[in-house]
């Protein structure tokens, strides 16, 4: 029973790669020699004096952190309690991914990789890849659904501009769950010079720990920018959407273990959770295994991945990394599903009230306050995972502005 308990409190990963029993790495044979590359080397490349200089002068100088910690004053008026905004949406590129790509691009670079591969679905991570592939020298090769490409041309542009070739990929849906098997039969087929870059805190062992670890830096702000608001390091609930969960693990990280702060972790409900069309990954979700890790998957009676959908690009991803899994199984996590709809208008609340316009991903956990009520002396610190630019003609078509 004893050792059960201590199992259940640990949130971090194991030597082994697991989130109590979610995690691992599930990967065709082929496969082993690069991943097992990584494995070995992560944790002793990431501790080098050296490259944690490098890595926190980009976080610096290049995307601008830290990012600001910012009192909603309005919006903490309307709803009756102190909301601070954790500003992802200010780094460059505008959103948490960067921090996740500078420090893989790192990885690769001193594990003698000279050519990047990436998977996207919206493109925001194939940006932040082709971004750091431009700033290192890399060649970058991103692999995207058929759909995806024709869906958001401007992130296309942008990957093109900045010298990344994008593959399409023609075969089933023509979404993110294609573009992710045709980037790891590249990587099989590239053992050598390849490293690719995961988006999110998803794939085998050790993909989520190490993104987890580069989005680390969002909750270690948090820590300090906390205190000097507050004068207290924790708040009283964290809140962040899931996709995959990177911006939602770097958020919760340095406080996984503080009894004291809740955590909320927000997922699309798209339609409705029982309309057939929605993400909500926890609810609908059975154990089982996607892109080399076993997790909560939204799946059929025989095993088939079901089609995820979120007005969202972002959040539309039968999956949540095993790290939320866990967090999920273990009830550390209060899990929540919000409609396209309140996503929408909480999205233009924001606007109005504080003059920022969010990533529709972010607007999701910016959604919960209308659902759930909190103390007046509650802090509640919720991640701005990123700006609504690449949104605004979902905004305009959905509002009819
Ligand atoms: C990609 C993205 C997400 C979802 O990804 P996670 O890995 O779950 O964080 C959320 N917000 C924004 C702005 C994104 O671009």
Redesign the pocket.
Known sequence: MNGNKENNMNYNVNEKGYYGEFGGAYIPEMLYPNVEELRQNYLKVMAEPEFQKEFNQLLKDYVGRPSPLYFAKRLSEKYNTKIYLKREDLNHTG???INNTIGQILMAKRLGKHRIIAETG?G??GVATATVCALMGLECIVYMGEIDIKRQAPNVARMKMLGATVIPALSGSRTLKDATNEAIRDWINNPVDTHYII???IGPHPYPDMVTKFQSIISEEIKWQLKEHEGRENPDYLVA????????AGTYYHFLHENDVNIIAVEAAGLGVDSGESAATSVLGKEGIIHGCKTLLMQTNDGQITEPYSISA??DYPGVGPMHAHLCKTGRAEFMAITDDEAMKAGLELCKLEGIIP?I??SHALAIFEQKSFKSDDVVVVSL??RGDKDLENYIEYFKI
């Not at 959407?241 to 939602?248: T, V």
């Open positions: 959103a948490h991914k919206a925001q991570h988006g999110s805190a959407c899931i996709g995959g969960g990177s911006n939602a972002g959040l990533a991903e972010s995972s990123g």
